[in-house]
């Protein structure tokens, strides 16, 4: 079966770093997005990762190993904002998302 | 710009009652329309997909149902609800022909069915 795998929740601090991991296992894959939602709210895209590597956007970076299958979400110099959840989410090869549960992410201040 | 809306935001219904929810996209044209369930601790769940006006394909076997009566028109159905119908639903959009393209979500819709 397809499977996303992802820390159900993490804490941290104001103005820390914090990595979120996902490992997957499906049948294909055609990428992989991050998305960000906040409580009660509909999710906003983040990331997309298709190809092994970094990718950089601001404070947040995404990270994929196809060999590993794994990705993981990197967030600097966190912010109270960022307090929300983290879903990861792989495209398969019938170009179908698996969604991850979610790693809802407190900040302390 | 693209936008997407969806109604209502919250509903609370009866066991067996109907459901209708509406999502319109604006800002585009022949957008691929999806309709999702979101339940806790759960990952999205995707109920239906469209590529076009009429063209409904669904992935879960259930009690409800989706019609595209226009391009940008997406509606989720049901006529008679179940407790187990409780969740979060969000309508979303995609360009097509871009199969991998982001997602762009609908503020969403919480039922809660008693």
């Known amino acids: 079966g397809q499977n996303i795998d992802q820390p159900t929740e993490m804490t941290a601090t104001e103005g820390a770093i914090v990595q979120i991991n996902c490992t997957y296992q499906?049948?294909?894959?055609?990428?992989l997005f991050w998305y960000q939602q906040h409580a009660g709210e509909a999710p906003t895209f983040l990331s997309y990762?298709?190809l092994d590597g970094l990718e950089e956007k601001g404070r947040f970076s995404s990270f994929l190993s196809r060999s590993k299958g794994y990705s993981y979400l990197l967030l600097k110099e966190l912010q109270m904002k960022d307090s929300a959840s983290y879903l990861c989410?792989?495209?398969?090869?019938?170009?179908?998302?698996?969604w991850g549960a979610g790693t809802k992410l407190i900040i302390k201040p | 710009s693209q936008t997407i809306h969806q109604w209502p935001a919250t509903l609370v219904q009866p066991v067996g009652s109907p459901l209708s929810l509406e999502c319109t996209v604006e800002?585009?044209?022949?957008?691929?329309l999806y309709w999702y369930r979101q339940a806790a601790g759960r990952g999205l769940q995707l109920l239906f997909y469209?590529?076009?006006?009429?063209?409904i394909s669904s992935e879960v076997p259930q009690n409800l149902s989706a019609s595209r009566p226009q391009d940008r028109q997406f509606i989720l159905s049901s006529k008679k609800l179940l407790l187990s119908d409780s969740g979060f639903y969000l309508c979303?959009?995609?360009?097509?022909?871009?199969?991998?393209?982001?997602?762009?979500f609908g503020e969403g819709s919480r039922l809660t069915v008693l």
């Open positions: 469209s590529v076009g006006i009429g063209q």
């Open positions: 979303a959009w995609s360009v097509a022909g871009i199969d991998t393209g982001e997602l762009f």
């Open positions: 499906t049948s294909g894959f055609n990428g």
């Open positions: 989410a792989v495209m398969d090869s019938n170009y179908q998302l698996i």
């Open positions: 990762n298709v």
């Open positions: 800002g585009t044209s022949n957008p691929n």
